[in-house]
């Protein structure tokens, strides 16, 4: 069955750092979305894409995030300069035309 | 702006022993609610869409169904391996990105 895969599985890194997360949705989807979700936190949106472009975005996706699709494959997530309250875990989701989304295994992100 | 509530926050329950849990939502025009169940340190896995009042669904000892206010979510009989956490999420219909928003969730511990 396919699935949505996420790497790295748990991202240490320093306060002020770049990191990327790295998504692979399911190959014949064509919407993606990152979520992430603090510790004993409800999942919250961040950003959905579609066509190459984002589509909709929430006010947690300030100008330190970005997302790329750098090839027919992956799907990324950038945060440039990393805070301590970035610290959480991100789920990358993808769909098809239909509305379930199915999400990946996510990656913890701990920012140190 | 949309809102979800789940309830009870945790719920313990004896094998066997049925029970529901609540999802109320405020949303403006709903698109779609949906079921996800959640196991520690993994990402939500689906389970249900349900679309229109008066739709129910089911899958195993699962049952879905929605109202103009809420859902529920049954247990029939309950095993161990039913233990996880049950989160709802709905999607508006004016909504371009498709996002979801989640409630907190449910924790369902079925003891042996």
């Known amino acids: 069955e396919p699935e949505v895969t996420q790497t790295p599985s748990h991202q240490v890194t320093q306060m002020g750092q770049e990191v990327i997360l790295r998504c692979v949705p399911i190959s014949n989807h064509l919407y993606f979305y990152w979520y992430r979700q603090i510790l004993g936190q409800k999942v919250e949106f961040l950003v959905s894409?579609?066509?190459?472009?984002?589509?909709?975005k929430s006010e947690i996706f300030d100008d330190q995030f970005s997302v790329e699709r750098p090839d027919g494959s992956n799907f990324t997530l950038k945060i440039r300069s990393t805070k301590l309250e970035d610290s959480a875990m991100y789920f990358c989701?993808?769909?098809?035309?239909?509305?379930?989304?199915?999400f990946g295994p996510g990656t913890r992100l701990t920012v140190t | 702006e949309d809102q979800v509530t789940q309830s009870p926050e945790a719920l313990r329950l004896q094998e066997g022993e049925s029970s529901s849990l609540n999802c109320s939502y405020t949303v403006s025009g709903l698109r779609g609610l949906f079921w996800y169940r959640q196991d520690p340190g993994k990402g939500p896995e689906f389970l249900f869409t349900?679309?229109?009042a008066g739709e129910e669904k089911e899958k195993e000892r699962l049952k879905a169904t929605l109202t103009k206010k809420e859902s529920f979510l049954h247990i029939t009989a309950p095993k161990p391996e039913d233990s996880a956490t049950y989160l709802c999420?709905?999607?508006?219909?004016?909504?371009?990105?498709?996002?979801?928003?989640f409630g907190g969730g449910t924790r369902l511990m079925v003891k042996p």
């Open positions: 999420a709905v999607q508006a219909g004016n909504n371009a990105g498709n996002m979801l928003t």
């Open positions: 349900l679309y229109s």
């Open positions: 989701a993808s769909n098809d035309v239909y509305y379930e989304q199915y």
């Open positions: 894409f579609y066509n190459n472009e984002i589509s909709e």
